[in-house]
């Protein structure tokens, strides 16, 4: 590499990413600091929105942050390097260990997923946000209450089945979920949930903790921690 005032064109590329980091590390900052409903024009430069932008992710309002972390954790940990990670595949496969780690995962999952620990209450219940509806937003408020006494009165496997009932994992991925899981509220007897979309939908037919803890027991218990209908 040529060298320009004792340091390499590495060197000096790698000084230009750090101020670019320390400069967006600011404007999340700012963004996380803003509570209401304000455009983020005036806390990200218009280069990163731009960047945004072109990813598919569009930036209005203070509620689509969430979209800018997981947009930029997904450019920083795979896109940006995209060409290195090939080249470790390539390598790898020299001795067929990509195959092996490919078909047994497992074995390699504490080398490539940080922090891989069971989920706690507060982790279940801090992952999902709720979507009342206008017409019945009291009953359904009542519902997401015996919920919350529900997933706070669970543990260990049990927990691991709730998250796996909406999400089709037992453990929460470090980066998260895309889309946020949700939950929703039907009028039926018993809970459902789309893994694919991440959404649980919680019934609204019971008027008492004790049925409603039931009626999830029974669906955790009955479908392997897949929602019934």
Do not use: W
Not at 120 to 148: A, G, R
């Amino acid at each position: 590499m040529l060298i320009e005032d004792g340091k390499t064109q590495r060197e000096q590329f790698s000084m230009h990413e750090q101020i670019k980091i320390k400069k967006k590390k600011i404007n999340y900052c700012q963004i996380e600091d803003k509570n209401e409903h304000q455009i983020l024009n005036s806390s990200v430069d218009e280069a990163f929105i731009n960047k945004l932008n072109k990813s598919g992710i569009f930036i209005t309002e203070v509620e689509d942050r969430p979209s800018i972390f997981q947009t930029v954790a997904l450019n920083r940990v795979i896109l940006e390097c995209k060409s290195e990670l090939d080249q470790l595949v390539e390598g790898l496969q020299a001795l067929n260990v990509h195959t092996f780690l490919i078909n047994n995962p497992q074995v390699f999952e504490e080398c490539f997923v940080a922090d891989i620990k069971d989920p706690n209450p507060d982790d279940i219940l801090n992952l999902l946000y709720v979507d009342y509806s206008s017409s019945n937003k009291t009953n359904e408020e009542l519902m997401y209450s015996f919920f919350v006494k529900y997933i706070k009165t669970c543990e260990g496997d049990r927990l691991k089945k709730v998250l796996s009932f909406f999400s089709g994992e037992e453990t929460i991925p470090s980066v998260g979920f895309t889309p946020q899981p949700c939950i929703h509220f039907s009028s039926s007897l018993y809970p459902s949930s789309a893994t694919c979309s991440f959404e649980l939908v919680l019934p609204t037919s019971h008027t008492s903790f004790d049925k409603f803890k039931a009626s999830l027991d029974e669906a955790l218990d009955s479908n392997g921690g897949f929602g019934c209908r």
